[in-house]
């Protein structure tokens, strides 16, 4: 018994008629009957009663129908559900997302993804870029958003945007007021709070690396692994840090972000598996429409200001 033969009954058993049957399935009428007469075969038992005058439904038929219309259905309803699975239109996608990220591209890709794609979840996780590349090896993520990532083997990485790193100070640190901008040599001796290198190895490294150039290494006092608790315990005097310049959004009470000589900068990738799926190739155009839109609004703040 094929699925192509059980259509074929249900229009017959629709129209009651051969011929305006095999026109709707666009067939000739002999080949439309041979095929009922083969399911009737098969199942041992008279579907249709057949006069020159009229055709009916047989009990038997009757009954065959009311139990198959629905699992006909349900099975064009799943063709249909894994079409539109497949071409990226419904479905589910899960998002992995460094914090300093929801500050600056993902909430615009995210609007503009659901605008485009209303019938896709978009499943979203807050990780560490570290946390991030293990799910996505895992195949617990189908897309990351991370930060100085370098090479990472297994994985695909597209560059997103790119903004200055900047000193965070309690507001009552003398640096605070002495100068515009901070210099590398300025941290030496200073309690410093960073991320741990496990968990933000690419970030860790950029900031490593500023402290390398100065010949200088940082008196690391405490890690934390999100960028609030970062700002949490220099506002409460603990020590210093050194975020994206997109912190400054945050407006932490009782913190300030000065620039940092020879403006040093870190990057944000979006890193798959190959081959992603067409929603997740959507929410990659989602994400460097967002940076467009972000650099647009970083020029008008410019000329206003």
């Known amino acids: 018994m094929e699925l192509r033969q059980l259509r074929y009954f249900l229009v017959v058993a629709d129209e009651l008629h051969f011929g305006r049957a095999a026109e709707r399935l666009h067939l000739t009428q002999p080949p439309l009957t041979v095929a009922i007469r083969r399911l009737e075969t098969e199942l041992g038992v008279q579907l249709f009663d057949r006069t020159t005058r009229r055709v009916a439904l047989t009990p038997a038929g009757e009954a065959f129908r009311n139990r198959i219309q629905a699992a006909v259905m349900e099975l064009d309803d799943a063709a249909g559900d894994v079409a539109s699975v497949a071409a990226g239109l419904s479905g589910r996608i899960r998002v992995g997302f460094v914090s300093s990220a929801s500050y600056t591209t993902i909430p615009e890709a995210i609007r503009a993804f659901r605008e485009l794609r209303p019938r896709v979840e978009l499943a979203l996780r807050p990780l560490t870029s570290g946390e991030q590349f293990d799910q996505l090896l895992d195949g617990e993520l189908d897309l990351g958003v991370v930060r100085d990532p370098g090479e990472v083997p297994g994985l695909t990485l597209q560059f997103v945007s790119t903004e200055e790193l900047v000193a965070v ?8 007021s002495s100068r515009a901008e901070i210099r590398p040599e300025d941290f030496e001796g200073e309690p410093m709070i960073l991320f741990p290198y496990r968990l933000m190895p690419g970030f860790v490294a950029r900031v490593l ?36 310049e997109s912190v400054s959004r945050f407006q932490m009470p009782g913190v300030v972000a000065k ?40 020029t008008a703040e410019s000329l206003c200001g």
């Open 169 to 176: 100070m309690p507001e009552a640190h003398p640096l605070t």
């Open 209 to 244: 690396r500023l402290f390398d150039g100065a010949g200088l290494s940082p008196n690391v006092i405490q890690q934390s692994i999100h960028q609030e608790t970062v700002l949490g315990l220099v506002a409460a005097g603990l020590g210093i840090s050194i975020l994206p």
């Open 259 to 298: 620039r940092i000589t020879g403006h040093p900068q870190t990057s944000l990738f979006a890193a798959h598996l190959a081959n992603p799926s067409p929603a997740v190739d959507e929410f990659l155009q989602c994400l460097q429409d967002a940076e467009h839109v972000e650099m647009r609004s970083k």
